[in-house]
């Protein structure tokens, strides 16, 4: 590692560097990134473009007295080398690492715990209302992507801090990208700096001219000055920022710390809501990245001078993928299929479908909310809407999809990715709520498959049923099975029985058959005779196959790759009551009642019990 680096213990050191140095730092710590990146993954293209922005404001403002409010705080990296984090940065998104986010709990200069969007000017808004109240002196910055700008809530933030016009900086970055192309108006309409440019051209001829013409007052000077000035302000980035309340400073070029300085120290001087607009570039100073910022967006290990990312583990293809194919495949034979996604065409394998069918493929920005409620609207005339998302960024949506969907009984499709623990990205990441927040609507129809081929046929059950439904699917590669080559039905609230056995029967979900399976192998060996069912739905439950199978076994075990509070375990528990069959010995497996940390999904899943041995162990002990 470069020197300078080496001798930064904290913001404060950088206040004592020449512009000089603080321009080779910039490189070092690019270095330091990319580095990292290649050998733990990361998010690489969005750290990269704010290096600069970084180094400008923490040489300015005085963290942690002032406070950084990261918008994902996917971008943190130079941020966390810069605050004492430098000798631990190798263990980044590791087990028993440093977060790729920033985290309270891991320094005092993370203002703000993130990883989901849009939520940076709220809480920056919250903070400096709270240092009003409490007469304390610090300044409050956000600093939010343009893809972040997609978001409502940015927008809720923005409208209130407008309002009370407190002392706030919101910086956003703007690099005119999402993941993928950010889309929308307003991506359209701050990327309008060309006719900026073009205004600020016509105003500094009309300005001369004027001077020139004898015989013209000075009011009428002002007075065309004023309709200069409402000119521009039509044509810039500036009139939305400023029809909210705030004074608007920009834009600027994101890359050049002295620039930057000077406008934040000018800036610091304000005591109004302000919001400097940057121009930054994603990937900025890694040739792959700068050429691919997408698929160095969030990248895997990497070779650094080639730019070649590592192949994955190999084998089979993702489930990600496999849905993308089969919902492809249905789209061609059913007109009434649409498909919606939340900025992540990539991330939710719907790419494919957007250039196959472009005019039912809908990018709604990082706007979950609204994705619900459009596919409701759509489905209320008649559309199969299918909305690819997160399970943990469609929590984001549990108001619209009760409200919207459940109530008037919408048929919706949820495909639910990354369902389970997801690996590095920890905890604001993993989706293991989303089988407790789904199962207490009335009308839901919730599913989850034990393997690829079972998820295209329950895409297609899922986009035949009239109601709503969701299909929960894992982050990462299927089990190589056979795919089918024609879709069929799966009855709604039907599982299988897998495997016979007399001593205990296991009822596992989705992600969880194959281990129960190899699990009821390794019991074997030790003389006990496992039962394992494949139950396919939460809701409705098969009630049928709960009862038979308390009443030939006498003993279940529950296993899911989701919270224990509320979900497929609690369910069978709801059942076993409901039919007066409470004493029945049950052991639920699942994820306990705390946030699961970051590491590989194969170490959470053998650090919780969820993988075969895990599920083995804790059967054993509970025939103990
Ligand atoms: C609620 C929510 N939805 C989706 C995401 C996934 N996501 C993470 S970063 C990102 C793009 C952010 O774009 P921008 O704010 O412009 O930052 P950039 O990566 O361009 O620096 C998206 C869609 C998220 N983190 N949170
Ligand atoms: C920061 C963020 O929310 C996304 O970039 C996310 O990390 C993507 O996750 P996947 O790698 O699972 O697509
Ligand atoms: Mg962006």
Redesign the pocket.
């Known amino acids: 590692m470069a020197g300078l680096l080496e001798t930064i213990s904290g913001p404060e050191s950088l206040r004592k560097l020449s512009l000089r140095e603080l321009n080779i730092l910039a490189g070092e710590l690019r270095e330091v990134i990319i580095s990292t990146c290649s050998g733990n993954g990361g998010?690489l293209?969005?750290s990269l473009?704010?290096i600069e922005l970084t180094i400008a404001l923490h040489a300015v403002f005085n963290s942690p007295n002032d406070k950084i409010v990261w918008?994902?705080g996917?971008?943190a990296y130079a941020h966390k080398l810069l605050t004492g984090r430098r000798e631990r940065f190798g263990t980044l998104r590791r087990l028993g690492g440093i977060s790729g986010f920033p985290k309270r709990c891991e320094s005092p200069h993370d203002a703000f715990d993130v990883?989901?969007?849009?939520t940076s000017i709220s809480a920056a808004l919250g903070m400096a209302l709270a240092r009003d109240l409490k007469r304390e002196k610090n300044k409050v910055l956000a600093v939010?992507?343009?893809?972040?700008?997609t978001?409502g809530l940015a927008y809720e933030g923005l409208n209130h801090a407008g309002h009370l016009n407190r002392d706030m900086v919101v910086i956003l970055?703007?690099?005119e990208?999402?993941?993928s192309e950010?889309v929308g108006a307003l991506s359209s309409f701050l990327s309008r700096t060309i006719t900026s440019e073009f205004v600020h051209k016509i105003k500094k001829d009309v300005e001369g001219f004027l001077e020139n013409m004898d015989g013209l007052g000075r009011g009428v000077l002002q007075v065309a000055k004023r309709a200069e000035e409402s000119l521009k302000g039509l044509f810039t980035p500036g009139m939305l920022f400023e029809a909210f309340g705030f004074e608007y400073v920009g834009p600027i070029d994101g890359h050049n710390i002295e620039l930057l300085m000077q406008t934040l120290e000018n800036v610091k001087r304000f005591d109004d809501a302000v919001l400097i607009h940057v121009l930054?570039r994603?990937g900025k100073g890694y040739g792959p990245a700068e050429t691919n910022?997408s698929l160095f967006?969030?990248v895997g290990p990497f070779d650094v001078t080639s730019g070649k990312v590592a192949k994955g583990k190999g084998g089979a293809a993702s489930y990600t993928f496999l849905f993308g194919e089969a919902l492809n495949k249905i789209a061609n034979d059913n007109e009434k299929v649409v498909a919606i996604t939340?900025?992540?065409p990539d991330?939710t394998g719907l790419s494919a479908f957007a250039a196959k069918h472009p005019d039912r493929f809908f990018d709604v920005g990082?706007a979950?909310q609204h994705g619900v409620t459009f596919a409701a609207g759509l489905a209320g005339r008649g559309l199969k809407p299918v909305f690819a998302v997160?399970s943990?960024?469609l929590q984001?949506a549990y108001d619209q999809i009760f409200h919207d969907v459940c109530l008037q009984n919408l048929p919706v499709v949820f495909a639910i990715d990354r369902a389970g623990v997801v690996g590095s990205d920890g905890p604001?990441?993993h989706g293991v709520f989303d089988l407790s927040y789904l199962r207490s609507f009335p009308q839901m129809t919730l599913m989850a498959p034990k393997d690829e081929n079972e998820l295209q046929h329950m895409l297609y059950t899922a986009i035949n049923h009239d109601g709503p439904s969701a299909v929960r699917y894992p982050r990462g590669n299927g089990h190589g099975v056979a795919i089918d080559q024609e879709f069929r039905e799966i009855a709604i609230g039907q599982g299988e029985i897998l495997r016979d056995g007399g001593d205990v029967a296991i009822l596992a979900l989705g992600t969880m058959v194959y281990p129960s399976m190899e699990a009821a192998d390794l019991l074997a060996v030790e003389g006990l005779n496992v039962a394992v069912a494949n139950m396919r739905y939460v809701k409705p439950i098969d009630r049928e196959l709960v009862l038979t199978l308390a009443a030939k076994v006498g003993r279940l075990v529950t296993v899911e790759e989701n919270a224990l509070q509320g979900g497929f375990g609690a369910a069978v528990l709801e059942v076993l009551e409901e039919e007066g069959l409470s004493h029945l010995p049950v052991t639920r497996i699942g994820y306990p009642d705390c946030f699961i940390e970051q590491g590989e999904q194969s170490e959470l899943r053998i650090r919780y019990g969820l993988d075969s041995t895990g599920i083995a162990k804790s059967i054993k002990g509970s025939m103990l």
Do not use: C, L, W
Not at 115 to 118: D, K, Y
Not at 144 to 149: E, H, K, L, Q
């Open positions: 998010h293209a969005p473009g704010v918008d994902v996917h971008q990883g989901h969007s849009s939010i992507g343009d893809g972040s700008m978001g970055n703007d690099n990208m999402s993941i950010n930054t994603k910022p967006h969030g939340a900025a992540m991330g990082i979950e997160y943990s960024f984001r604001t990441h």
